[in-house]
């Protein structure tokens, strides 16, 4: 079984911030880009940040200059640090990775998602 794992979620106040992290488990072989989407109700799932495993980052323009996307290769883990919080980033954040795994090869593998909440 291979699982990604979030925690970090919660409520904030518009200008806050809060620190995603994500860590995968189980038969994985490699683990390749890591990263971030939300999807907040009524609206389409949308990538926020990821990062290869050589360490290129991808932001989506919305986020730019307001999170940060990190990786620690040896705990197979990702990480969201998100500042100057607004409103509008409200929706629930999910984890995901491209794995190459022992026994089911390569594929897409999602976390079950932590809820973001901006007050302003």
């Known amino acids: 079984q291979v699982q990604l794992a979030e925690s970090g979620g919660g409520l904030v106040q518009a200008g806050g911030s809060l620190r995603l992290s994500c860590a995968a488990s189980?038969?994985?072989?490699?683990?390749?880009?890591m990263g971030w989407y939300r999807q907040a109700p009524g609206k389409r799932r949308e990538l926020v940040a990821d990062?290869?495993?050589?360490?290129?980052?991808n932001y989506a323009d919305s986020v730019k200059g307001r999170f940060t996307v990190s990786r620690d290769n040896a705990k197979k883990a990702v990480y969201l640090q998100m500042d100057s919080l607004k409103p509008e980033d409200t929706a629930v954040y999910l984890c995901?990775?491209?794995?190459?795994?022992?026994?089911?090869?390569?594929?897409?593998?999602w976390g079950s998602g932590t809820q973001v909440t901006v007050s302003s």
């Open positions: 995901y990775s491209d794995l190459l795994t022992i026994y089911r090869g390569r594929g897409d593998y």
């Open positions: 189980g038969s994985i072989f490699s683990v390749n880009t």
């Open positions: 990062i290869t495993n050589f360490g290129r980052t």
